[in-house]
Nanobody
């Protein structure tokens, strides 16, 4: 089971940290995705459980950081320098394998999203 939290309203340039509590850390990648109104779901970041490799969408590189705390069974998405175009519902998901990607088709289990709103 997955539960995303940490969303909220923030001004442009601000920061938020999202958390994804996972019921059990198996050998599957964990990813973050987002979907804005009227837009398709977009892969944001992923962390591989195979070798810890991280993947990011070009739109968030240098601003977002994905990490995991195995002791807490939690994956985090630190979001800095937020922009209005980052506004979306953010979801975490468990991959179908340990290697990781930001393609939604490579993820089979999805949690409920958390709303992130960035005001200009």
């Amino acid at each position: 089971q997955l539960q995303a939290s940490g969303g909220g309203l923030v001004q442009a340039g601000g920061s938020l940290r999202l958390s994804c509590a996972v019921s059990a850390f198996d050998d599957y990648a964990i990813g973050w995705f987002r979907q804005a109104p009227g837009k398709e779901r977009e892969g944001v970041a992923c962390i591989s459980t195979y070798d810890g490799t991280t993947y990011y969408a070009d739109s968030v590189k240098g601003r977002f950081t994905i990490s995991r705390d195995n002791a807490k069974n939690t994956v985090y998405l630190q979001m800095n320098s937020l922009k209005p175009e980052d506004t979306a519902v953010y979801y975490c998901a468990v991959g179908n394998d340990p290697y990781g990607s930001i393609r939604s088709g490579d993820f089979g289990s999805w949690g409920q999203g958390t709303q992130v709103t960035v005001s200009s």
